[in-house]
């Protein structure tokens, strides 16, 4: 699958790179990085939770169109949807906007689909998704409002959130999220994101949820954004990319007072990214596509492990003091 993928880019003129793993600072997505030691230059660096801001800036560079097949790691929990060590391929197109690579994924995913396993319809644990049908288009602040009750539309505050989060659901953990962003995530996974089984566009997310998208012209207070959701797991994530330096640090400002005010998801403010901004950045869109899931879903496999060769499991001494534990209570 991962050979039709690189043979499908191909076809649009796509060029493999590289870009580094160690990195100095956590940015390109809402989550907790790994940190390491880097002796030679006695600095903390992180592993990468993705290669955007890189991959934007070799964009930046004169390659128009540019591709990453490799890891990320994403310190957080471990669930049959999630490892924190995963494969992930990224693109960025110079030119193009997200509606150009809502197109082209969904080419790519039947194209895949079709040449590997001949079908565009699969089953996975009794329930069948056919992808070759039409991908519906769904609004997210929409479907937020229908399962909750709650417009994000006008809702646009952590304290008014927190209220009408703690009226609907009182009780709720979800009303101690650290930011407004967090608890909007949190409250469309809960309530929005199970519902979403068959293939579809979750469109125009909220403009708190990523920093580094561009905004609507239509709306600034939303995204040109889209993620394809398929038994609630979200395989893809894209958007027309924010290009405008002075935007794109008053947003990643915003984002390091969410880190101390709490919130160890927020990305860091990255100063070579923004040079790289002022010199010249043209409009493109990228775009982020789990293979791990990818493939789970291809091959009917209920958890992420069963499609990695050596997954990370608790270790055999963690394994016995647990058994040890559990004979106890």
Same mark, same amino acid.
């Given at each position: 699958?991962?050979?039709?993928?690189?043979?499908?880019?191909?076809?649009?003129?796509?060029?493999?790179?590289?870009? =580094?793993?160690?990195?100095?600072?956590?940015?390109?997505?809402?989550?907790?990085?790994?940190?390491?030691?880097?002796?030679?230059?006695?600095?903390?660096?992180?592993?990468?939770?993705?290669?955007?801001?890189?991959?934007?800036?070799?964009?930046?560079?004169?390659?128009?169109?540019?591709?990453?097949?490799?890891?990320?790691f994403r310190n957080e929990g471990m669930d049959p949807s999630h490892l924190q060590e995963f494969t992930?391929?990224?693109?960025?197109?110079?030119?193009?906007?997200?509606?150009?690579?809502?197109?082209?994924?969904?080419?790519?995913?039947?194209?895949?689909?079709?040449?590997?396993?001949?079908?565009?319809?699969?089953?996975?644990? %009794?329930?069948?998704?056919?992808? %070759?049908?039409?991908?519906?288009?769904?609004?997210?602040?929409?479907?937020?409002a229908q399962h909750t009750g709650i417009d994000l539309t006008r809702v646009r505050d952590l304290p008014t959130l927190?209220?009408? #989060?703690?009226?609907?659901?009182?009780?709720?953990?979800?009303?101690?999220? =650290?930011?407004?962003?967090?608890?909007?995530?949190?409250?469309?996974?809960?309530?929005?994101?199970?519902?979403?089984?068959? =293939?579809?566009?979750?469109?125009?997310?909220?403009?708190?949820?990523?920093?580094?998208?561009?905004?609507?012209?239509?709306?600034?207070?939303?995204?040109?954004?889209?993620? #394809?959701? #398929?038994?609630?797991?979200?395989? #893809?994530?894209?958007?027309?990319?924010?290009?405008?330096?002075?935007?794109?640090?008053?947003?990643?400002?915003?984002?390091?007072?969410?880190?101390?005010?709490?919130?160890?998801?927020?990305?860091?403010?990255?100063?070579?990214?923004?040079?790289?901004?002022?010199?010249?950045?043209?409009?493109?869109?990228?775009?982020?596509?789990?293979?791990?899931?990818?493939?789970?879903?291809?091959?009917?496999?209920?958890?992420?492990?069963?499609?990695?060769?050596?997954?990370?499991?608790?270790?055999?001494?963690?394994?016995?003091?647990?058994?040890?534990?559990?004979?106890?209570?």
């Amino acid at each position: 699958m991962v050979s039709a993928i690189r043979r499908f880019l191909d076809g649009y003129d796509f060029l493999e790179v590289e870009t =580094p793993i160690l990195q100095e600072t956590a940015s390109g997505a809402a989550a907790r990085p790994f940190i390491t030691r880097h002796n030679a230059l006695d600095e903390d660096f992180y592993l990468r939770i993705a290669p955007e801001t890189y991959l934007k800036r070799t964009v930046a560079g004169s390659f128009d169109r540019v591709y990453e097949l490799g890891k990320n790691f994403r310190n957080e929990g471990m669930d049959p949807s999630h490892l924190q060590e995963f494969t992930m391929l990224e693109w960025y197109a110079g030119y193009w906007d997200y509606r150009d690579n809502m197109r082209v994924v969904r080419e790519l995913i039947l194209t895949v689909m079709d040449e590997v396993l001949h079908t565009t319809q699969v089953t996975y644990q %009794g329930i069948e998704l056919d992808f %070759g049908a039409e991908w519906a288009e769904i609004d997210y602040r929409d479907a937020v409002a229908q399962h909750t009750g709650i417009d994000l539309t006008r809702v646009r505050d952590l304290p008014t959130l927190r209220e009408q #989060v703690g009226r609907v659901y009182p009780g709720s953990d979800l009303a101690e999220a =650290p930011s407004y962003a967090a608890m909007v995530d949190l409250l469309y996974k809960r309530t929005v994101r199970p519902s979403l089984i068959q =293939p579809c566009f979750l469109l125009h997310h909220p403009v708190e949820l990523v920093p580094l998208a561009r905004r609507s012209d239509d709306d600034p207070t939303r995204l040109d954004m889209f993620q #394809v959701v #398929v038994n609630s797991w979200e395989i #893809v994530k894209a958007y027309s990319e924010l290009v405008d330096p002075v935007d794109q640090r008053r947003r990643l400002e915003e984002q390091m007072d969410m880190r101390e005010a709490g919130d160890d998801e927020a990305m860091m403010l990255e100063e070579d990214f923004i040079e790289a901004m002022e010199y010249g950045m043209p409009p493109m869109s990228g775009l982020g596509l789990g293979i791990d899931r990818f493939i789970a879903l291809m091959t009917d496999a209920q958890n992420l492990r069963d499609v990695v060769l050596f997954p990370q499991m608790r270790s055999s001494v963690h394994q016995d003091e647990s058994s040890a534990e559990d004979e106890t209570t």
